[in-house]
Every structure is written in C-alpha cells, then in structure tokens.
C-alpha cells in the first residue's frame, strides 16, 4: 500500500519570496505522484503531475516538483509566491497502473502581504 | 462544461435520517470516487468504482453505501446518519493516468 507525509501543515510567507511544500511518500511498486490545489470553498484541481520521464515537472500557475526516488519525495517549488497561492495543497500518490489515489493531510500556504 | 456536478452543495440530517448524494460526470469517465475531507485528516477515500455496475470499498467505507448504474452518475447514500459522518464530501472522476477531477464539494452535518 501506498502512503504520503505532508510534513507542514501550514506554511506562511511573503510575497514575491520562494517556497517549498514538502511530501514523501512510501510504496514498494512504482507509483505515479501528484499536486493538488484547493481553494477556500471549491473542489480540488491539479496542479502538476509525474508519470515517468524527467524527474523535474512543471504545472500550473508557476509551481513545479521534483520526483526523488531515492529520498522518495515530490517536494512542490515555486521561486515567487503571488496572494493569490493562498491555498491549500495536497500531494498524492498512486500505484502506476492503478487508479486509487491516496492523499496526504494537506498543507495549508498562507501568502502575507 | 459542466465537468462533475454534486447535488446537495448543503444538507442538515438529524441522526438516524438517511439521504443520498448524487454526483454526475459529462467526461465519460469509467472510473468515479467518493472522498470525505475533514481537517487534519485530508482527503480519505470511501468508495470508488471502476466501470458501469461496478463498485469497491476504500479506505472508510463503514455507514456508506454506493450504486453505480449508469456510467455517469455515482450515488453515495448514508441508511442511518450519525454525527461522525459530518464532512464535506467530494465525488470524483478519472480516466486512465489517475489525474482526477473533481466536483465542488457537499456538506453535510449530522446533528
């Protein structure tokens, strides 16, 4: 089975300034790792995904990540933060070949003016 | 480009009152998922399905019931509601390279 750590909870910046949400995750097969958004009071949206191929994957909105596999990571990147990233973010992680997401507990970024 | 669509958005069930959450998909997606959020808890999964007439348990799948008859639509019902099951309830929708979409979310409280 697969599982994902979301170490942060909640991470406050300014804007314009660089940040890193940190996930990793554990399974014993390849998996497939994914990014998502949630703004306050919607449904959840994709930012980014990783498949297979290069290990650096850019998204949405100018977030990007990076697959580790042998720190098994997929910390999510972005060098200037807007207000508008004020958000929740959750990592994912899947068995390749398999459609069952499982989900990390989120971590809440909070963009200060 | 309705996308995944959830009805109610909101509901108040007394404790024992059963109802049932519709959630409808235009994608012609085969694989359709039922999460609940709650906080520090993240998304957890409770039920899902992966074609027309099928369905399977996930990870909180006890007090919850499923039908999935036609490929669009995915019910989620709760027989006897308990406190424990308010949340906000989010269906999904896949196709085969697990990115999900979802629909805007039903909250439910139980008092």
């Known amino acids: 089975a697969q599982s994902v750590t979301q170490l942060d909870s909640q991470v406050p910046v300014f804007e314009e300034a660089p940040v890193e949400l940190r996930c990793n995750y554990s399974?014993?097969?390849?998996?497939?790792l994914f990014w998502y958004v949630q703004y306050p009071n919607q449904g959840l949206q994709l930012l980014l995904k990783?498949?297979?191929?290069?290990?650096l994957v850019k998204g949405i909105n100018g977030f990007e990540a990076e697959f580790n596999k042998s720190q098994t990571s997929f910390h999510l990147r972005k060098p200037s933060v807007h207000i508008s990233d004020t958000a929740e973010y959750f990592c994912a992680v899947s068995a390749t070949g398999f459609q069952k997401l499982v989900f990390g507990t989120g971590t809440r970024l909070l963009v200060s003016p | 480009n309705a996308g995944v669509t959830q009805t109610p958005k909101f509901r108040v069930l007394k404790t024992g009152q059963s109802m049932t959450l519709l959630c409808a998909q235009d994608m012609n997606h085969e694989y359709m998922y039922w999460y609940r959020q709650d906080p520090g808890m993240g998304l957890r999964l409770i039920h899902y399905?992966?074609?027309?007439?099928?369905?399977a348990k996930g990870e909180v799948p006890d007090g919850y019931n499923v039908s999935r008859l036609k490929k669009q639509n995915f019910l989620l019902g709760l027989e006897s509601a308990a406190p424990s099951q308010t949340s906000v309830y989010f269906c999904?929708?896949?196709?085969?390279?697990?990115?999900?979409?979802f629909g805007e979310g039903s909250r439910l409280t139980v008092l």
């Open positions: 990783y498949l297979s191929g290069s290990t």
């Open positions: 999904a929708s896949s196709y085969d390279t697990g990115e999900l979409f």
């Open positions: 399974s014993s097969v390849s998996v497939y």
């Open positions: 399905s992966v074609g027309e007439g099928t369905t």
